[in-house]
């Protein structure tokens, strides 16, 4: 059980110094993610960014996720669920290119510079409070790789492990400090799991916090 995203950032920090990692980049998944990402990206002296993914709901049940894309476009769909629901291509492109320009108008609410750094050749730790379904770290994950990271790893404190299993496809390496066999959702493994306002996300990004 983690106090709050700060306490699980600064073991997942301590997790990837015993590591020996290395990066270049850290760029966290907001909101959420921020408090867990500054202390691993102090910890590992590497800059703190953001990338962002928004998830696609289905016709008529925006809740349930079809996929997810990222602010650059890259997308991640469940087929055997679109299939399964008979989802057109026109919907697809339409949440696709809708949900991408929310995600791209997130990501600028967050920085002051033009967009993502380069990460041409670069080491990227991406870092989210924890993994579900994965739909949006997997989009995330896509999206670093689209923009030439040479290693790209992922870092949670906690993940269902089939979720955890399947991300190994996606990145260089995937770190998850716990991967419970009774795991039903990230809140549960969290004492206090507040929302993050886009105040106290900015705040974590500027190393005010």
């Known amino acids: 059980m983690f106090a709050d995203r700060s306490d699980a950032g600064e073991r997942l920090a301590a997790e990837l110094e015993r590591r020996g990692v290395a990066a270049d980049v850290v760029l966290g998944i907001p909101r959420g993610a921020l408090p ?9 002296g590497a800059e703190l960014d953001v990338v962002v993914a928004r ?4 016709p008529n049940n925006p809740e349930l996720a079809l996929g997810a894309v990222g602010s650059d476009g890259t997308v991640w769909l469940n087929d055997d669920l679109v ?11 339409d949440s696709r290119a809708e949900e991408s320009e929310n995600a791209r108008k997130k990501a600028d609410r967050y920085r002051d510079s033009d967009g993502m750094p380069d990460l041409e050749g670069t080491r990227v730790v991406v870092v ?5 379904t994965g739909a949006t770290a997997t989009a995330c ?4 790789r689209e923009r030439g990271a040479d290693h790209v790893m992922l870092a949670v404190p906690v993940g269902s492990p ?3 299993d399947s991300l190994e496809s996606e990145a ?13 959702a990230v809140g549960q493994y969290y004492r206090d799991f507040g929302q993050v306002s886009d105040r106290e996300a900015i705040e974590y990004l500027d190393g005010d916090r």
């Open 172 to 184: 260089d390496a995937v770190i998850a400090l716990r991967t419970p066999a009774d795991f039903r």
């Open 83 to 93: 299939d399964r629901l008979g989802v057109s291509d026109s919907y697809l492109e």
């Open 128 to 132: 989210d409070d924890g993994v579900a």
């Open 141 to 144: 994950l896509r999206e670093v």
């Open 36 to 44: 867990v990402a500054r202390p691993v990206a102090d910890a590992l």
């Open 162 to 164: 089939g979720t955890v």
């Open 55 to 58: 998830k696609m709901g289905a």
